[in-house]
Nanobody, 120 residues
């Protein structure tokens, strides 16, 4: 499984960038982020069947979606805040457990990550 995230960069607070993740196949997918000095945090997830899940911190601001024929997963980020600054990783799961969808251990393949820096 190969994953490649893109779309990060320097964004002003309130901005709306979109991250993309190209996968080598069709999987249950998730986005996580890791801020400096902090652990990896679940952001959003999407099942092959289309069910979506969000962390409370981004619910109502971020939207996860996928283009199935192209094996692409997107994270549309809206109303960005400085606290959204982090390296964003896409992850794929072939062992998905609905009871642990926020846990990094629920995803067994990871992309390199893309840095999103939100300036105030």
């Amino acid at each position: 499984v190969q994953l490649q995230a893109s779309g990060g960069g320097l964004v002003q607070a309130g901005g709306s960038p979109r991250l993309s993740c190209a996968a080598s196949g069709r999987y249950d997918m998730g986005w996580f982020r890791q801020a400096p000095g902090k652990g990896r945090e679940f952001v959003a997830g999407i099942r092959i069947g289309g069910n979506t899940y969000y962390a409370d911190s981004v619910k109502g601001r971020f939207i996860i979606s996928r283009d199935i024929p192209k094996n692409l997963v997107y994270l549309q980020m809206n109303i960005l805040k400085p606290e959204d600054t982090a390296v964003y990783h896409c992850a794929a799961s072939t062992v998905f457990n609905i009871y642990g969808y926020t846990r990094p251990s629920n995803y067994n393949y990871w992309g390199q990550g893309t840095l999103v820096t939100v300036s105030s």
